[in-house]
């Protein structure tokens, strides 16, 4: 089972900040929290992982709390092609044996 | 670079016959993962290799379905026979060590009718 909690659906208006939820109360030190999205009808898009800091790319920031039991993915300036399923999933790193559980995640519909 | 490519992108078979899917990692990658998505069960990993070794295949729901990669740039996903209920998105992804990012593929469409 997935180890995220995530919200069903989101609604951002394009140009403004989308801000996704994911909570993991249950992360264990050596976890890394991964973000991932699939835009309908195509393959899964890798977007951004952290384990303690916030991080930062080309295409979202990812805020993780000092607890690190949630942490926020950012997109800075939402745009129509955002529109995707979010998903937020908890591994550990370089552990052979240990997949991406991909859960429901969060569908974002980014509108004009 | 081409990135991961997915063949046939559209299947539509007859319940009972076998399927063959097929799928070209990135060059150089030497991780190679089997998802299979359906609006019921989201997307599952079925199988992955590592250096064309299968390494966990615990998702693959029953004998039916079996999975090979006789070499670096070329793996299979066989469903045999084939049922309705195997109606689904199959993607193939690889990466690079067992890092961060894996790289899907455009997704398989099987129907079995």
């Known amino acids: 089972d997935a180890k995220t909690t995530q919200p069903t659906s989101m609604d951002c208006a394009e140009g403004r900040a989308a801000n996704l939820p994911c909570n993991h109360s249950?992360?264990?030190?050596?976890?890394?929290v991964y973000w991932y999205r699939q835009i309908h009808s195509q393959g899964p898009q890798y977007i951004i992982h952290?384990?303690?800091n916030n991080e930062t790319n080309e295409m979202a920031s990812l805020i993780i709390t000092e607890d690190r039991k949630s942490s926020t993915l950012i997109l800075p300036h939402a745009t129509l092609r955002d529109t995707a399923v979010y998903y937020c999933?908890?591994?550990?790193?370089?552990?052979?044996?240990?997949?991406?559980?991909f859960g429901k995640g969060t569908t974002l519909s980014v509108s004009s | 670079d081409a990135g991961v490519i997915q063949s046939p992108r559209h299947e539509v078979t007859e319940m009972g016959q076998e399927v063959t899917l097929r799928c070209k990692p990135i060059?150089?990658?030497?991780?190679l993962f089997w998802y299979r998505q359906t609006m019921m069960r989201g997307l599952e990993l079925l199988i992955y290799?590592?250096?064309?070794?299968?390494?966990?295949d615990s998702g693959m729901p029953e004998d039916r379905f079996s999975a090979k990669m006789p070499n670096a740039s070329f793996s299979t996903l066989k469903i045999q026979p084939s049922e309705p209920r195997d109606s689904a998105v199959y993607f193939c992804?690889?990466?690079?060590?067992?890092?961060?990012?894996?790289?899907f593929g455009p997704g398989t469409r099987l129907t079995v009718l």
């Open positions: 992804a690889s990466s690079l060590g067992y890092p961060h990012e894996q790289f």
């Open positions: 249950t992360i264990s030190g050596n976890e890394y």
């Open positions: 952290g384990l303690k």
């Open positions: 999933i908890v591994r550990v790193y370089n552990q052979a044996g240990t997949a991406l559980i």
């Open positions: 060059s150089g990658h030497d991780y």
């Open positions: 290799f590592n250096n064309n070794v299968p390494i966990d």
